[in-house]
């Protein structure tokens, strides 16, 4: 289905889960045809870079489990956080196995991850925001993660102990997982405007992950 093809005005409005999946399909094949994401993805680029993206993650992270920590306060907020996508722990374990154990001290975070860090540390406790901010990132570490990850063992050699942020030890099949979460983000009790809102949230915190490669493509590309 395309965003031409959703329902009209007088059928039943599309679920949110749609709209954000169609919403922001342009931008999901923009983020994923970037030249570093092909690049690492091919093999042509080195575990330093995919180190890098690690590090920026680490930072992205923490602002968003930092929102999902005061949201699961909030009745609706709260059945969109699951602890078993928490990543913030798995990004620690890979970037001491990259960098060492002085990998706090070592990392540098990006201007691209300081805007988007900000971003989300500005609108992450309201409803629409995260489920925005939350979807565009766990939805797709889940989907085209598990791509990646494959890339990452097949090119650099890298196994469990630099992958764990793509690996989710609670949940062993991403599909009945992702179908979960979908009819969660479609029992919010959301007014229109708040899902035209939420849609929008995403497409930015897409162009915001597109924004990193840009900068990260600059350095190892
Ligand atoms: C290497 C780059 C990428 C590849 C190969 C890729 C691939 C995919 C694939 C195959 C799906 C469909 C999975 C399914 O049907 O369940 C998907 C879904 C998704 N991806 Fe990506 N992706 C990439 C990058 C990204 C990035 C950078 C983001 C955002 C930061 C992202 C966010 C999403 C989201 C939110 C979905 C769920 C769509 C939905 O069903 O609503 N992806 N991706």
């Given at each position: 289905m395309t965003a031409e093809t959703l329902p009209a005005t007088d059928a039943a409005p599309a679920s949110l889960s749609l709209r954000l999946r169609e919403g922001t399909r342009p931008e999901h094949e923009q983020a994923e045809t970037t030249g570093f994401v092909e690049?690492?993805?091919?093999?042509?680029?080195?575990?330093?870079a995919y180190t890098?993206?690690?590090a920026q993650q680490y930072a992205i992270y923490g602002a968003l489990e930092?929102?999902?920590?005061?949201?699961?306060?909030?009745a609706q907020g709260a059945t969109l956080v699951f602890d078993e996508l928490t990543r913030t722990p798995s990004i620690e374990k890979d970037l001491a196995f990259l960098v060492g154990s002085d990998?706090?001290?070592e990392i540098r975070i990006l201007p691209a991850t300081e805007a988007y860090v900000a971003r989300l540390l500005e609108v992450g406790t309201?409803?629409?925001?995260?489920?925005?901010?939350?979807?565009?990132?766990?939805?797709?570490?889940?989907?085209g993660g598990q791509i990646i990850k494959r890339m990452m063992e097949r090119h650099y050699g890298l196994g469990p102990d630099g992958l764990a942020f793509y690996t989710f030890d609670e949940i062993p099949k991403a599909k009945?997982?992702?179908?979960v979460y979908r009819e969660r983000l479609d029992s919010l009790d959301l007014?229109?405007?708040?899902?035209?809102?939420?849609?929008?949230?995403?497409?930015l915190a897409f162009r915001l992950n597109s924004a990193l490669f840009a900068e990260l493509g600059a350095i190892h590309c």
């Open positions: 690049k690492l993805m091919g093999g042509e680029l080195d575990v330093a890098d993206l690690a930092q929102a999902s920590a005061q949201i699961r306060d909030d990998w706090a001290t309201s409803l629409s925001a995260y489920a925005a901010h939350a979807y565009t990132r766990y939805l797709g570490d889940l989907s009945p997982f992702k179908d007014t229109d405007e708040q899902i035209a809102e939420t849609v929008e949230e995403a497409k």
